[in-house]
């Protein structure tokens, strides 16, 4: 699993204007081929008087899928300029649709891959990206006489993102820490309570911060 990686927040949609022609970029979050095709035959359904319905995908920890359709426009400069994008701003299980509604004037080849890189680009950016980071949820339980000191310790320092505290008969912390620091969690957890907390690993998981 990857230490972490980017990828678009959930589902968005933007619409420009370029030469009369509407720009619709459908943008949306997927983990396999499948889910990016259904996605893609979406936006063509509901889209179906459109004049194109471009699109294109990246999926795998090392980007093993990529996929770019024309539809119908010149060879080259819809499918493959979305997916530049994509593979410009690193983003991972990401497809994108953009709709395109004829509006009586030829862009051309450069203009028409400036349009869908545009469109693209903005509606990824109207959608919002998110870094995913691969963390250990971290069973701290100590006895109560430690809860002050633990705390406060714990808030103001790089091992701040507490999940939750769990009053029980000790207090059982749950925390988010990185896996390449867990090692480094332990220790100072460790020493911070003489050796008096019982420190163990849980779930691995992926936490999303909004860049």
Known sequence: MLKQYLTVKGEGTHEIIIQKSRFIAHVNRVTTE???????????????NATHNCSAYMIGEQNQIQKASDD???SGTAGVPILEVLKKKDLKDT???????FGGIKLG??????????STSEGIDHTGIVKRILVCIVHTKIDYTWLGKVENEL???????????NY??????????????????????????????????????????EI
Request: glycine share 6%; net charge negative; charged share 25%.
């Open 168 to 209: 029980l008969d000790q207090v059982e912390i749950l925390t988010y820490v990185e896996t390449d620091q867990v090692e480094a969690f332990i220790e100072w957890m460790t020493e911070l309570t003489n050796g008096q907390a019982a420190i163990t690993e849980g779930e691995v998981l992926y936490l999303e911060k």
């Open 95 to 101: 497809a994108v649709v953009v709709t395109r509604y």
């Open 34 to 48: 499948e889910e990016a095709q259904n996605f893609i035959l979406t936006i063509k359904k509901e889209h179906w």
């Open 155 to 165: 808030r103001s320092s790089i091992f701040n993102n507490i999940k939750e505290i």
């Open 109 to 118: 080849a450069g203009g028409l891959i400036r349009a869908y890189s545009k």
């Open 72 to 74: 119908g426009e010149p």
